[in-house]
């Protein structure tokens, strides 16, 4: 029988599901100015837990040894992760922490992050997406200039080192999280669909993670990496048990890992996968990509 321990790194495992961001714009004289509100859990949490009685924090080094300060900042990753890469992507302003004291004034107007890492799919995270979808079926975002809401669907849960440490045979991804997250991505898209017809728009977009992660886990040096299995940062097998910490394994070279640590991309993994968003077909991205929708968007101003 799997201990408490192990049971709540899988748990951790099944938070590499959902990511919420609420793009929006205020009006066409100011069509070019959006806001984004990210939700989700340590995939996307950018410093939330920092404030919070939590174990579930990236707090200390080597945490963020490559962000641009290069000490940690509670991102679960050595650089940036998704929300920042995007917001670096198109021109914004990366969003601050909920719960940062810096998020007053004129920077309440980039948006700002929910997100925290230690939610789960099933509690709190799955909440959020339900009252989002409420909320914006009642109209009141609408009102506030809420226009879009991308969801990204569940990675390769199997294929985290965590996984290969644990139930992964020879290296092999764990074959039943593989089956319920190939499972999960297209009734993702089914809910996606039904949502947009009964609104009568794309409103929401659906990301899929799993084809995104696939692509370099399945041939990592097709796109640079030196290995999809080993995690920069870590302990154990495929340096994948527990979370990185300052006596931990850790790599020279990040840009040549899939996986920062047990559960969580590097920073140029999450590269890869935001460009899918801003660009993919739709094999990744479903009814479009983000590049796509932003110019519908500017052309109806």
Not at 280 to 288: A, E, L, R, V
Request: aromatic share 8%; with cysteine; glycine share 8%.
């Amino acid at each position: 029988m799997e201990n408490s321990s192990s049971n709540h790194h899988i748990a951790s495992s099944i938070l590499l599901v959902l990511l919420l961001v609420l793009v929006m714009s205020f009006g066409q004289q100011q069509a070019e100015a959006r806001a984004f509100f990210v939700f989700g859990d340590s995939l996307v949490d950018n410093g939330n837990n920092n404030y919070l009685a939590t174990t579930a924090r990236a707090d200390s080094p080597p945490y963020g040894i490559d962000y641009p300060t290069h000490r940690p900042t509670g991102r679960f990753s050595n650089g940036l992760n998704m929300p920042d890469l995007i917001s670096e992507q198109i021109g914004s302003e990366p969003t601050l922490p909920y719960l940062s004291p810096e998020l007053t004034g004129e920077r309440l107007l980039v948006g700002a992050n929910f997100a925290s890492a230690g939610i789960g799919i099933l509690n709190d995270t799955g909440f959020q997406f339900l009252n989002i979808i409420r909320i914006y079926k009642q109209l009141e975002l609408y009102e506030l200039g809420a226009r879009r809401v991308l969801v990204t669907g569940t990675g390769p849960l199997g294929c985290v080192p965590a996984e290969l440490a644990q139930r992964g045979r020879n290296g092999q991804c764990a074959v039943e999280l593989q089956r319920a997250a190939a499972l999960f991505n297209p009734q993702l898209v089914d809910i996606i669909n039904s949502l947009n017809s009964e609104i009568g728009s794309n409103v929401f977009m659906a990301a899929n993670a799993f084809n995104m992660h696939m692509d370099f886990i399945s041939n990592p040096q097709a796109y640079g990496f030196e290995t999809s299995k080993i995690a920069c940062c870590g302990q154990g097998p495929f340096n994948g048990i527990g979370l990185c910490t300052p006596v931990s394994n850790l790599c020279p070279n990040r840009d040549a890992y899939v996986f920062w640590d047990a559960f969580h991309p590097s920073e140029r993994a999450n590269r890869i996968i935001v460009q899918q968003i801003l660009e993919g077909s739709n094999k990744y991205m479903h009814p479009m990509n983000l590049s796509t929708m932003m110019a519908l968007d500017s052309a109806r101003t």
